[in-house]
């Protein structure tokens, strides 16, 4: 008899004295379940702590870059437009670190730069001109209308904060009014959306009809997302305490 024999049959005994009326079928499925346990386990503590970014999503020129810059390093920039994304780690908390992404609003490229990012998204930030709200805001209802139906960001459930930027400029609309100017917009956005999928023979496609049917859309019926408003001057730092102070709570 080989020493590995040997030390099989030795455990065996040491099993069987220790509980005598031992069911190896029942130990077996007992260990298996526990490995079953700590792969979940560790899988679902990998794709929380994976989540970790923060997006800055908008039209060109809402000030992105600006709010970016004041956030991350507490300084203004004279910026040019975009057309690459920055990228800078941030914590929010004494235990609590993000990778706070700014996203280049020009059509041709925010898709394809946020593609990379969305399937980790944690926040998002998304910044509006309000000084040109009135001018933007089918552009606006668009962009946010494509963001808020994409599959990869339902399924993260971010936090979404929606900036009204430019607070200092002469008539620049407040955040209450932009809110239900966009629900407006969004709710006429959602039938053209919806039509254009039936009539290139899509079907029903869950992820493009966004809110109730039957009822006029606001944003509170998206249970997906918890989403607020907040006014601010990103210029400066002027008014970006409560873009902090959020950060501090997702
Ligand atoms: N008055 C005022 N101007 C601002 C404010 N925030 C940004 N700006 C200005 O708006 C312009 C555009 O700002 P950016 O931060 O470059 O805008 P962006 O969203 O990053 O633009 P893209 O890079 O093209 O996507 C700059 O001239 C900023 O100085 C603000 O709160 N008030």
Known sequence: MDTKTKTR???KQIIKDLIPDINYQLLFT???GLVVLYVVFFKLLKTKTSKNVIALLGLCGSG???LFYQLCHGIDVLSVTSVKESSHSLSISDSRKVTVYDIPGHDR???SLFDKIKSQ?????FVIDASAIQEEIKDVAE???TILCDGSVQGCKPNILIVCNKQDIPFAKGASLIKSSLEKEMNLLRVT???QLKSVGTGENNNSFL????QDFEFNQLKSFKISFVDAVASKGEQIDSIKNWLKTI
């Open 9 to 11: 049959i030795s455990i």
């Open 30 to 32: 007992f260990i298996l």
């Open 64 to 66: 992105k870059t600006q």
């Open 109 to 111: 490229i925010r898709y």
């Open 121 to 125: 998204l944690k926040a998002l930030i």
């Open 143 to 145: 962009f946010l209308y």
């Open 193 to 195: 959306k919806s039509n």
């Open 211 to 214: 809110g109730y049917q039957g």
